[in-house]
């Protein structure tokens, strides 16, 4: 069973019920926030996720916000965070990691590669 909890901020039903889902499946603890906001709130009133996967591509604050929040916030900081998206491009890629994301994935999400990526990146 593993210890660590993700917030998941998303806000398509579809995608959150999969990256959820597919945590779950491997006895990881999910949080969903369906927006940047919702997300910040949760993580300002003192939700402690080990790991946060946020689409890019939220209505309101987006996912690059979401991303200068964590960034500003000392307690957060450290968190590591994963990029999700269904605009994929390479140029994209390099601006998600150059800007602060720990790791990009395009959707469709591929399980398993997903899974083993984010256990790295939380074991350190």
Known sequence: MNPWKVLVVEDEDDSMELVCGILEYHQIETI???TG???IDMLKRGAAPNLI???LALPGIDGWGVLEFLKS???LSQVP???ITAFHSPELAHQVIEAGFDAYFPKPIDS????????RIVSG
């Open 112 to 119: 398993t590669t997903f899974v083993r990526e984010l256990e």
């Open 73 to 75: 916030n000392r307690a």
């Open 53 to 55: 996967v946020v689409d």
């Open 32 to 34: 969903g926030a369906a």
């Open 81 to 83: 965070r994963v990029a």
């Open 37 to 39: 906001e919702d997300a």
